[in-house]
């Protein structure tokens, strides 16, 4: 997933209504080009990517529709007392033309409804020690991070436990990005770790996804595709699980007569 997140313990995005205000007003359609357009990534309404368990196409934000929704936008802003709008500090990668074309896009976007975004072209040596540091982030006052993320392992634990349980936040190498930290949340991050039955782990995750899009804690740009060619020599070729990828250790050299 290609995704900002809303730091939830920088004002004024301390404030639900202000994270949602940002949702409603990004233009989800650009921030999809800036990434290379349909054929590399889809549009997604929430933060399970469609390959893990739980997953579904909620998308209570219509951020899948790729319009700006700015009179929601306005009415976010007027509920988290910011009617004329607020200033934020994104963080971005100074190394990635993609994250600093959605940085751009997002902050034309969001400047039509008052709120104004300061980019922050960040020294990518420094871009993950400085931004997973909430006392950095705190320090520079940042409201937004650009980010990708993707599961150690394919299950909701695996993708979104990192993000959302606030029992992880740490001083340093923190990977909640946004700083959830809901009790509700972290209480059913433990039923569905006891949970033996796969399929109700698939629904609990399910639940969990649904609490933090409603929250408002990230904005998701794209789940990303990537389509990969491969000669007909190679032999033994599968997709690993545990990663989304070829498991290039197993590979093998072939004279390809078997297609």
Known sequence: MRFVSLVSKTAPLDNV????AVLYAADTAALQLTRGGPTAGSRHGNMLPPTIPGSDDYDPFGLTDGEPQR????????????????????????????EIQSATAL?????????????????ATRFVEDTSSPGTVKKKGYGLIM???????????GFLRPLADGRLITA?????YSQVDDPGINDLFDRATAETDAAE???IHR???????????????????????????LTNVYVHDAYGMVDFQALGTGDGASG
Request: hydrophobic share 30%; charged share 25%.
């Open 71 to 98: 009179e929601l936008a306005r009415k976010e802003l007027r509920a988290c007392g910011k009617p004329a709008g607020f200033t934020t500090r994104l963080a971005v990668r100074n190394t990635s033309d993609r």
């Open 172 to 176: 340093s190498g923190n990977t909640n």
């Open 147 to 157: 980010l990708g993320w993707g599961a150690d392992y394919p299950t909701g634990s």
């Open 201 to 203: 782990a698939a629904r």
């Open 207 to 233: 639940r969990i996804n649904h609490a933090v899009t409603d929250g408002a804690y990230y904005l998701p740009i794209t789940a990303d595709k990537v389509l990969n060619y491969r000669s007909p020599r």
């Open 17 to 20: 209504h202000c994270r949602k």
């Open 107 to 123: 902050q034309s976007a969001l400047k039509a409804v008052g709120i104004t975004v300061e980019i922050d072209q960040y020294d």
